[in-house]
T-cell receptor, first 114, second 114 residues
């Protein structure tokens, strides 16, 4: 049962343009969401998070939007840079489980075209 | 500040054997979580240790076991290896077990079971 879904396995975006990565979830108990970036031969690196009490969180070039009614979140990267080429994972967790049990999506491979 | 480190980097075992993977947490972190990432999938939560006690477990059989030591480093042990155990094993550490405590990942150990 895939509770966190990233339906686009890959995405190509021109350098300088906006990259939009999407994530859907099915478990309404999730109340904290995160995005991680992963380069080959490295572990996932934390990018940005959002609590369910917010609908937007921004950090530099990265913005995460949360639509609770649609159980959908998205990560916007503006402007996209070649170093952004990586696999991006969406993750979610429930507050009554504390820190444990991050539930990950299957990832989207983002390629930035120079 | 030293990040999360894991050893070994790569490991090849045969079915039925036992394996121990090691993780050194980031300085100041007392919580370690282990994840299994199969090819083409997102990381799957195995278990978490908080101050040397197991603090939650995912849907993995008892032959997956762990330890956390007083210095907060950790081991993942897998007995009676099966072919499906072939995966990247990721360790993540965090300052605590709260929902906003970000998990920082190591580079992983690639296990191949023949």
């Amino acid at each position: 049962d895939q509770q966190v879904k990233q339906n686009s396995p890959s995405l190509s975006v021109q350098e300088g343009r906006i990259s939009i990565l999407n994530c859907d979830y099915t478990n309404s108990m999730f109340d904290y969401f995160l995005w991680y970036k992963k380069y080959p031969a490295e572990g996932p690196t934390f990018l940005i998070s959002i609590s369910s009490i917010k609908d937007k969180n921004e950090d530099g070039r990265f913005t995460v939007f949360l639509n609770k009614s649609a159980k959908h979140l998205s990560l916007h990267i503006v402007p996209s840079q070649p170093g952004d080429s990586a696999v991006y994972f969406c993750a979610a967790r429930r507050s009554n489980f504390g820190n444990e049990k991050l539930t990950f999506g299957t990832g989207t491979r983002l390629t930035i075209i120079p | 500040e030293t990040g999360v480190t894991q050893s070994p980097t790569h490991l090849i075992k045969t079915r039925g054997q036992q394996v121990t993977l090691r993780c050194s947490s980031q300085s100041g972190h007392n919580t370690v979580s282990w994840y299994q990432q199969a090819l083409g999938q997102g990381p799957q939560f195995i278990f978490q240790y908080y101050r040397e006690e197991e603090n939650g477990r995912g849907n993995f059989p008892p032959r997956f076991s762990g330890l956390q030591f007083p210095n907060y480093s950790s081991e993942l042990n897998v007995n009676a290896l099966e072919l499906d155990d072939s995966a990247l094993y990721l360790c993540a550490s965090s300052r605590g077990a709260g929902i906003t405590d970000t998990q920082y990942f190591g580079p992983g150990t690639r296990l191949t079971v023949l």
